[in-house]
């Protein structure tokens, strides 16, 4: 099962709220699956895949006194699946469920936007974000990347998704796409707070571990970067300084240098991969490492000078002159 399921599984058995939270919760589930379907019985009508939110909506319906009718169709192509299909009937005894859910006026006039006081209250926008995560919803595994996304078939469904979120201080980006309007989130904190805001508790820890796990596993692998980059720098300088300090033996020999530069060329050449840190405490007396540092800034100077009298000799041909 994938994450966004599990998700959506746990927030499908949350107790019910309040009344007015389960009109919202209903609107939006409708809002983004519902279709109205005109007949001898006008119905409310919203299809899902998932197991766990048709039986939300059939218990949701029942809850607010609606009676709801569940239908299950099996399709082998292009792969197999089942469709669940909910139809609750819009007219019981001269009252319309489109008024109370908030899509029509009381003249039953088909309105943009949801009646504001649907979403008037902090607890029915979370209801509301909810049953818009259980209809269109999708969030991928935190282990992968952060990713939240609300799909829906208006733009009025998306604007008053992203006021709902506003409120509760998140900014998700919106953009259009052949099937509709999307509302997405990208950012890590972003997710886990919409996931606190729909209930979904147990989601929440899951993301905040794999947050913690991956923090862990870019700071070690930023310390073995660093690691491995001072490593490669120290046996670079290590080798170069080999080399200057066999140049200054084909050159003249080490006994040019002074008895405490000597001991330090000697210990380079045995130990050519070593840090300067770990060369100064091999000298007697030991060296701190910047001590270590303008010894060997002294070799480079002495072999610079062997380098530019052998360079005179090969110039004149003599070496009196």
Known sequence: MSFSMQVKGEVARLPF??????????AALARVLGVVRLGKQKMLVMETEA?????RIFLLSKKLGWSSLITINRYSRPRRRRLFTVQIPLVKQQHYLLQDLGFVDRDQVLMDTLDPNILEKNCCRKAFLRGCFLGSGFVGNPNNAYHLELSFKTPAGAR?????????????????????YEVYLKEADQVVEFLRIIGANQAVLQVENCRVLKDMRNQVNRLVNCETANLEKSVE?????????EEIQSLAGLGVLSPALRELAELRLLYPEASLADLGKLLTPSLSKSGVYHRFREISRIADQLRKK????????????
């Open 51 to 55: 197991a766990v939110v048709a039986r």
């Open 237 to 245: 300088a290590g080798l170069k300084q080999v080399a200057v300090i």
């Open 160 to 180: 008053e998704a992203v006021k709902a979120l506003a409120s509760f201080g998140v900014k998700p980006n919106t953009r259009e796409h052949r099937d509709g």
């Open 17 to 26: 709220e309040l009344q007015c939270c389960r009109w919202a919760e209903l």
């Open 310 to 321: 052998q360079s005179m000799v090969k110039r004149d041909g003599s070496p009196n002159n």
